[in-house]
């Protein structure tokens, strides 16, 4: 082997012992591969305040032919200073009153039913009929008075009644149940939701 001359020698050393060379930024910027951007798109209903339950019993326009220019909206807290705890339970969160707890089961005078929330009326003496159920039955309503709304609570698909003008609760409507009444309906009414106004004698 040939030897080397000691100025290649002492060259080759030192080049062993030297620290390595930075890379450039340039060449770190360029080899470094670009970031990406993940959009995600979330549904809005995700975000979206839930709403109250007296707002989601409000009818539309199209679901009664009753006039609601004067609807009745107010707030929970409103409700619930107007109200005894359990009209509020029934007529505001879809409640139901115990069977037979109301006097207006087994009430046949001539008069009128009102909404215990607005004071709307509802209901009439002649659609009354006793239907053995515990609750007020009434097979016809005042035109216009009530809206009906699709219920799939408790594992069952039933008919929901609120009142047209504000929309509080007030039972259910069964049909088919072979009563003795022109339509052979049942509105099972909470008697809780009523107010009942005696026909003025004349």
């Known amino acids: 082997m040939p030897r080397l001359s000691p100025n290649v020698a002492r060259i080759a050393l030192s080049?062993?012992?030297?620290?390595?060379?930075?890379?450039?930024?340039?060449?770190?910027?360029?080899?470094?591969?670009?970031?990406?951007?993940?959009?995600?798109?979330?549904?809005?209903?995700?975000?979206?305040?839930?709403?109250?339950?007296?707002?989601s019993h409000l009818p539309t326009e199209q679901e009664t032919t009753a006039d609601m220019s004067d609807k009745v909206q107010k707030t929970d807290?409103?409700?619930?200073?107007?109200?005894?705890?359990?009209?509020?339970?029934?007529?505001?969160?879809?409640?139901t009153e115990r069977p037979g707890s109301s006097p207006l089961d087994k009430k046949f005078d001539a008069g009128t039913y009102h909404c215990a929330g607005c004071d709307a009326p509802l209901y009439t003496s002649k659609t009354k009929f006793?239907?053995?159920?515990?609750?007020?039955?009434?097979?016809?309503?005042?035109?216009?008075?009530?809206?009906?709304?699709?219920?799939n609570s408790l594992g069952m698909t039933r008919?929901?009644?609120v009142c047209a003008k504000c929309g509080g609760h007030l039972?259910?409507?069964?049909?088919?149940?072979?009563?003795?009444?022109?339509?052979?309906?049942?509105?099972?009414?909470?008697?809780?939701?009523?107010?009942?106004?005696?026909?003025?004698?004349?």
């Open 77 to 95: 807290s409103e409700w619930i200073a107007q109200l005894s705890p359990e009209q509020f339970r029934v007529l505001r969160q879809g409640g």
């Open 130 to 151: 006793n239907s053995g159920c515990g609750w007020p039955a009434f097979y016809d309503t005042v035109p216009g008075a009530v809206v009906r709304h699709e219920d």
């Open 171 to 202: 039972g259910h409507v069964f049909k088919g149940e072979g009563f003795n009444n022109p339509i052979d309906e049942r509105h099972c009414v909470n008697g809780i939701s009523l107010n009942f106004k005696e026909e003025e004698k004349k």
């Open 15 to 55: 080049s062993l012992r030297a620290p390595p060379r930075p890379i450039p930024r340039a060449a770190i910027a360029f080899a470094r591969p670009a970031a990406t951007t993940l959009a995600i798109t979330l549904p809005f209903s995700w975000f979206a305040k839930e709403k109250p339950l007296h707002e």
């Open 159 to 161: 008919t929901e009644i």
